[in-house]
């Protein structure tokens, strides 16, 4: 018995030396696991903390991004890169030669929009758009691009130049170092006036505190804004600079500029009109109650809108927004550079830069991964395609009826459905992605817009049910907005 107590007194007795043995060991691959995660951890952090030589010091005065150049070689040298062209399939930009003439010294540019769809010269019929709309290129072109682009035959305001050029010095200088009050001073001014107030595109003072290196927001639309949003939202009294995190910080640098805007009253603020939020329909719910029109269409007399490169908005509805994956994680991807792990200011087209861009994420091969961004852009295009086509076809109608003696009032139905639609349309058109930063949702946009364009066309033919009014015609030679 004894015998038997003893052996199962030590078989338990070895059961739980095994128990403790497993228990420490396990204890012991742990720690060491979370030792070596937190060494990882350090490891990354002191990678990702940029080790530099301070050869200048640097401070709120400097604009010349060459200066701070000296302390960063590696982000500069990439920066300076932006003036590369490489078309995609969809996006990046094709570097063509132009002949310099003394109105426009430009030498290359990138490819005409207008060329390569006709479609949109209708779509934008007596606005500047129709006269020169370009691929977006490198930002080493902002201030020439803006300057010197073919819509500059209107008289444009000092406002563009918030996003075309480093305006933060300008700001401070204009407002005796308040930026705000520079900010308003700034749109103010003619475009001419403004431009001798800037002197580079957009630069490191504009993203970067000269004394941290933190990221830091420099665009008074862009506080307003979002504080705007943020208060939809339900938080109050949002201060971008105090309460952003690092990651959101990552895509609010480019949503200073990546966004739809209106320039505000006679003042020319530059406003983002995101009071009740960031999607299509709460940005046309924003211009609807304040009335804002940027034209008169040339060929239906709507009074429209014209979209402009709403990326932060559409991004802002994809699947990679919600997943916190920023605009810097694709479009400024972490590259090694001899020790350091630096952040690729060459901004461009991931397309180019998948390896980096994607697979730090995605285990897919390249291939595969340029394969699900194609079949998104090309699925986008024959939509966007298809809407053209809806909105040709409602033009059209609407200028028959036109011609045919229907006047304003008649046509207020579908008048107001070529509104909603060319902006819709525009939304998508204008955003630089080709659907990629929010594949359904421009997919929802664009079928959308196709029911607004066959719904304003049933509006119109209702009109010849109806028995046709005796009044005289109305001018068939309709004159351009000013
Ligand atoms: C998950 C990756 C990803 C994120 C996040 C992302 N983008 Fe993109 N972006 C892309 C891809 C892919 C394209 C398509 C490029 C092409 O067609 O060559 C693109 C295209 C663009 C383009 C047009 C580029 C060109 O070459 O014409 C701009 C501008 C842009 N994105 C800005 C932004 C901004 C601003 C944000 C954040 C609000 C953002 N992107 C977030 C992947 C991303
Ligand atoms: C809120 C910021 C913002 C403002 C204000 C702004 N732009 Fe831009 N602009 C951009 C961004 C972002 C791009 C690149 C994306 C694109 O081309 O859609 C761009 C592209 C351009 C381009 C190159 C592509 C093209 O359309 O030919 C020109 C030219 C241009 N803008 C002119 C102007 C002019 C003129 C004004 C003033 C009426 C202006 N911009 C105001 C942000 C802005
Ligand atoms: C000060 C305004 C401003 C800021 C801030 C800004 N951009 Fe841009 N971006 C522009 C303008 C303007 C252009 C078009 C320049 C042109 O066509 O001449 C542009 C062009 C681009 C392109 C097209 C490049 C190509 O080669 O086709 C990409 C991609 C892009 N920006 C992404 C970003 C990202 C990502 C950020 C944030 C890290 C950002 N931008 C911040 C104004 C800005
Ligand atoms: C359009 C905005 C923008 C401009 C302009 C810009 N940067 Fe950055 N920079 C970023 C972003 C985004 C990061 C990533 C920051 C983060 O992850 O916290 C970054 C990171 C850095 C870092 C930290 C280390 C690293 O590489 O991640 C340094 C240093 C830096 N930039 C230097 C510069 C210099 C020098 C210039 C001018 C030549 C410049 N930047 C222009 C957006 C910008
Ligand atoms: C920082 C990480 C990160 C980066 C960089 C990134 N992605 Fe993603 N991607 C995600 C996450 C997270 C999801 C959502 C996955 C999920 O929830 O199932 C996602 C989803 C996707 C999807 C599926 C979309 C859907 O609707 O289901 C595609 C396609 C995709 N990514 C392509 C790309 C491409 C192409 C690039 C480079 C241009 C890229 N991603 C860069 C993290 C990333």
């Not at 639309?221 to 009294?237: C, M, N, S, T, W």
């Not at 920023?326 to 390896?355: E, I, T």
């Not at 991964?369 to 024959?382: S, V, Y």
């Not at 015609?473 to 000013?482: D, I, L, Y």
Request: with cysteine; proline share 5%; net charge positive.
């Amino acid at each position: 018995m004894q015998t038997r107590v003893g052996r199962s007194e030590s078989k338990r007795r070895g059961g739980q030396l095994l128990k403790y043995g497993l228990v420490t060991g396990l204890a012991a691959v742990i720690t060491v696991g979370a030792l070596a995660l937190l060494v990882n951890i350090l490891e990354r952090k002191r990678e990702a903390r940029n080790p530099f030589f301070r050869v200048v010091e640097l401070h709120d005065g400097i604009t010349d991004p060459a200066v701070w150049g000296k302390n960063f070689p590696i982000q500069y040298d990439s920066y300076r890169r932006t003036v590369d062209q490489v078309r995609t399939r969809y996006g990046g930009s094709e570097a063509l030669p132009r002949t310099p003439t003394q109105a426009d010294p430009r030498s290359i540019v990138a490819q005409s929009k207008l060329e390569e769809d006709p479609r949109l010269k209708t779509l934008w019929a007596g606005y500047a758009f129709a006269l020169d709309t370009r691929e977006d290129r490198g930002h080493a072109y902002m201030l020439d691009d803006a300057t010197f682009t073919g819509r500059q035959a209107r008289p444009q305001p000092g406002a563009c130049l918030n996003c075309h050029s480093s305006a933060y010095a300008a700001y401070k200088k204009l407002g005796e170092g308040d930026i705000m009050k520079g900010f308003e001073r700034f749109n103010a001014l003619p475009f001419a006036e403004a431009r001798k107030l800037v002197e580079h595109p957009v630069a490191c003072i504009d993203c970067h505190d000269p004394e941290t290196m933190q990221l830091r927001i420099t665009r008074p639309a862009f506080i307003e804004g979002i504080r705007q949003l943020k208060a939809k939202e339900g938080i109050p009294d949002y201060d971008v600079n105090r309460m952003a995190t690092r990651q959101e910080m990552r895509s609010y640098v480019c949503a200073q500029c990546h966004v739809e805007y209106y320039f505000k009253g006679e003042e020319k603020r530059l406003t983002f009109p995101w009071k009740h939020g960031l999607k299509v329909e709460d940005i046309m719910a924003y211009y609807d109650e304040n009335g804002v029109r940027d034209w008169v269409h040339a060929e239906t007399g709507a009074p429209v809108l014209k979209a402009q490169h709403p990326e932060f908005e559409l991004w802002s509805q994809g699947i990679h927004a919600r997943s916190g994956v920023a605009c810097a994680d694709c479009h400024m991807p972490y590259q090694r550079v001899g020790a350091f792990k630096v952040s690729d200011h060459h901004v461009r087209s991931p397309v180019l830069n998948v390896h980096r861009s994607c697979q730090t994420c995605h285990p897919w091969p390249e291939e595969e991964l340029k394969a699900r961004i194609f079949t998104i852009q090309e699925r986008t295009h024959q939509l966007r395609s298809r809407a053209l086509d809806a909105l040709m076809d409602l033009i059209a109608d609407i200028k028959a009826a036109r011609q045919a003696g229907r006047t304003d009032s008649q046509l207020k139905e579908a008048l107001t459905y070529h509104r909603k639609a060319q902006f819709y349309i525009d939304f998508i058109e204008a955003e630089n992605s080709t659907g990629f930063h929010a594949p359904e949702e421009a997919a929802r946009i664009l079928a959308e817009a196709i029911d607004f364009c066959r719904q304003g066309q049933i509006a119109v033919r209702k009109l010849s049910e109806k028995s046709v009014s005796s009044g005289p015609p109305v001018a068939q030679n309709r004159t351009e907005a000013p």
